[in-house]
């Protein structure tokens, strides 16, 4: 699909890309790993035409860190659409189960098929996809734990790739798919930005705290009067804003309120999760 604006696409990409459909070939289940924060910019429309004919189920990853309310509103947007799609804290409690109860309508067919050949159940081949920083790597640990292992070299192969075996049920690959990371427009840049998908230099910091600034004082103005006590919202300008949490921080310059220290604070404090709950996007 051709789309117009920016694009990040180095070489290396469109190797792995190249890798991933031989993988998707074998596959039965792909597993989407989307930020719940942001559900559509951290998704890559590529994966439509590479696993177009696969089930597929998203996954929001990292809902503890979003706004719940809006997250139901993204469950709700996908269940329209007749994406299957479950959100979860990949951090915390086991996702197998999860995953079972998810991908069993997913896999209906394949099930029928096999009771009419009087075949057993095989094992789903799942794998496990998505752009940088969405949970991929947790989320196989979170299925596998211990049971990841490493298998010596095949020939020719520069990482030999396994197959992790979690119950009767699936089958995963232990090494994920990267999607590169799509943003057609600079509001989806800035979401990737603040979720850490893309690499820090990219966009500059103080412009990220601007724009994440501009954002919370449109749709969370609490969270800037809980953590830096700022009550007259509306009167400031945003230099103010930051001049403010300078000297309520004591981030100085010398002896003045350092504006840039106070930006690096505030995209800090964002991705620590210390400012609150916050999605960056809603289905519209
Ligand atoms: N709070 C929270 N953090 C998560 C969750 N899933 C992953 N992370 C964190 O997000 C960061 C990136 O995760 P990682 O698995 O390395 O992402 P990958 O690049 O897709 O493999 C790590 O610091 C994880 O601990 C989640 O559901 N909730
Ligand atoms: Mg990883």
């Not at 070939?25 to 924060?37: G, P, Q, S, T, W």
């Not at 159940?121 to 596998?144: A, D, F, H, W």
């Not at 830096?228 to 804003?241: P, R, T």
């Amino acid at each position: 699909m051709a789309q117009q604006g920016v694009h990040y696409f180095p070489g290396h990409m469109q190797k792995a890309l190249r890798a991933l459909d031989n993988y998707i070939k074998v596959i039965d289940l792909v597993v989407e790993l989307v930020d719940a924060r942001a559900p559509l910019s951290s998704r890559n429309p590529l994966l439509d035409e590479l696993a177009g004919n696969k089930a597929r189920l998203v996954l929001l990853s990292k809902q503890d860190r979003a706004d719940e309310e809006v997250t139901k509103e993204w469950l709700n947007y996908f269940k329209q659409r007749g994406i299957a799609a479950v959100a979860g804290d990949l951090t915390k409690g086991k996702f197998v189960n999860i995953l079972s109860a998810a991908s069993a309508p997913l896999m209906a067919k394949k099930r029928e098929k096999e009771a009419r050949l009087g075949m057993k159940k095989q094992p789903i081949r799942t794998m496990i996809i998505g752009i940088p920083n969405v949970g991929k790597s947790t989320l196989i640990n979170n299925l596998c734990g211990k049971k990841k292992v490493n298998v010596g070299n095949k020939a020719g192969v520069t990482k030999a790739e396994q197959w992790i075996r979690l119950g009767d049920e699936f089958i995963v690959l232990d090494t994920p798919g990267v999607l590169p990371m799509n943003y057609p427009d600079e509001a989806m840049a800035v979401r990737l930005a603040l979720l850490g998908c893309m690499k820090e230099e990219v966009l500059p910091t103080e412009d990220l705290a601007y724009a994440l600034l501009g954002y919370l004082r449109e749709e969370y103005p609490s969270a800037l009067l809980v953590r830096f006590g700022i009550e007259n919202l509306n009167s400031l300008q945003s230099d103010d804003v930051f001049l403010t949490i300078a000297r309520r921080r004591l981030l100085l310059e010398g002896s003045e309120p350092s504006l840039t220290k106070a930006c690096y604070l505030l995209i800090k404090e964002f991705k620590d999760g210390l400012l609150g709950r916050f999605s960056l996007e809603r289905p519209c």
